[in-house]
């Protein structure tokens, strides 16, 4: 592949006009989108207009007069589309981990009386997951079971209650098959809980249609909400109405406003709202999912991600092709599966040695990607996102061609490079 195939992909591709609805500082290339999505052209305003006018002039009317009250479900619609979900099945609330305490919290107290003891999620889930689980069993009185994925599905026995997984890993950019995982999770008596942090507006997700029991995920990578923006829960309507959920704030009290001393859940997903919630916040959010949803008119009726992913993959291919094209001989070796079908939407290359540096050699050229320590069975990981909203084919042949600079100066080795940030 050459500079002007990659032109020639640009000048082709229907989406190239959705990165006009982003604010992109010039000479960036950003490939982290994955951990912080860019800011919406549309975000400033939509909140100043929320801080300025519906909170310094409408206060308290606000609730009302600007629909406030009922945001996290509206949000929730729109990821809905997003995820494989129907209307009034997603909330916009809190945070992933307060959310997959809340859905982990009803799966295990759905099986309460199976006799299983097992929580059985990957060795390498995103720690976060894997520390909220350890607490809940402890708290519990169950077990968590990590695995490698090679093990699955054999290893869903009828000790196990409850399968955590994330649906396409943080590390690998490798992408469970959904569909079938749940199947043979629900052949075996086990519940499934899908973490879509790196799926939602990256990947299509299909919740209702593989028969998921229940999900959360992330407001602020690829859905471009802003820096800590609050996340969302789905649960299987089979599951929505029957278990309360730990933390039985007013939020998700039946009617909050009836101020009764004794708790009565909300019907539906709505009981799996907490306190109250983040109204500017959750206005940031939406700007981030209407850069997503724009994507809707180029599919018609498959809704906006079956675009997003054929770019998505058309992009990620052409960068493996590239690295491993022009960066023979450097040490690099691919780490995401080439399989479209096993590919979320990021590429991560591992390096024995400097991987931290060489990420911050490429930082410091504008190509911002992030690294990702490795451990015991994994060497240290270059982790590069892939964003269609907003990334184009000749943004990967520059990111290439930087990569191969640092590389072949040894650019990498300077102090400046080695030196360990808080963030990595």
């Known amino acids: 592949m050459l500079l002007d195939d990659c032109r020639a992909l640009d000048a082709q591709d229907p989406l190239a006009a959705l990165r006009d609805l982003f604010t992109l500082p010039d000479g960036v290339i950003y490939l982290d989108g994955n951990s912080l999505g860019v800011l919406p052209k549309a975000a400033p305003a939509r909140i100043a207009e929320v801080v300025t006018k519906e909170w310094g002039e409408g206060l308290i009317r606000s609730w009302n007069s600007a629909s406030w009250f009922d945001l996290p479900q509206r949000l929730g619609d729109k990821v809905a589309r997003l995820v494989g979900a129907a209307p009034g099945e997603v909330v916009c609330t809190d945070s992933t ?5 809340k859905v982990l919290f009803a799966a295990l107290s759905q099986q309460a009386a199976s006799g299983r003891k097992l929580v059985v999620s990957e060795r390498s889930n995103f720690p976060t997951d894997l520390y909220i689980a350890e607490s809940m069993c402890r ?17 869903l026995t009828d000790e196990v209650a409850v399968l955590m997984l994330t649906h396409v890993n943080y590390r690998t950019g490798a992408m469970h098959d959904m569909k079938a995982v749940t199947a043979a999770a629900h052949a075996a008596g086990v519940l499934t809980v899908w973490d879509l942090a790196h799926s939602a507006g990256a990947v299509p997700v299909a919740l209702n249609d593989s028969d998921a029991d229940f999900a959360i995920g992330c407001g602020y990578k690829y859905l471009n909400g802003g820096p800590g923006a609050p996340a969302f829960a789905w649960v299987n309507t089979r599951h929505a109405g029957k278990f309360e959920q730990p933390l039985s704030g007013w939020w998700g009290h039946a009617a909050p406003f009836e101020f009764t001393p004794h708790y009565r859940p909300a019907p539906g997903i709505g009981r799996y709202l907490c306190g109250t919630q983040p109204i500017v916040a959750l206005a940031g959010l939406e700007c981030g999912l209407d850069t997503v949803l724009a994507a809707e008119a ?15 993959l058309a992009l ?40 931290y540096a060489i990420v911050q050699a490429l930082i410091a050229r504008g190509v911002i990607g992030d690294y990702r320590a490795g451990d015991s069975q994994m060497p240290d990981i270059l982790r590069f996102g892939f964003t269609p909203l907003y990334l184009g084919f000749e943004d990967v042949w520059n990111a290439v061609e930087h990569l191969v600079q640092v590389l072949e100066t040894a650019e990498w080795k300077q102090p400046a490079f080695n030196q360990k940030n808080a963030v990595t």
């Open 298 to 312: 180029f599919n018609g009726d498959f809704g906006p991600m079956m675009a997003l992913r054929t770019k998505s």
């Open 139 to 155: 708290e519990r009185g169950f077990t968590l079971k990590l695995i490698d994925a090679s093990e699955l599905p054999a290893v």
């Open 316 to 355: 990620t291919d052409a960068f493996i092709e590239l690295v491993e094209q022009r960066c023979a001989g450097h040490g690099l070796e691919l780490v995401t599966p080439r399989n479209h079908a096993q590919r979320g939407s990021q590429v991560c290359l591992s390096r024995t040695e400097g991987a």
């Open 97 to 101: 981990s307060i959310n997959l305490y």
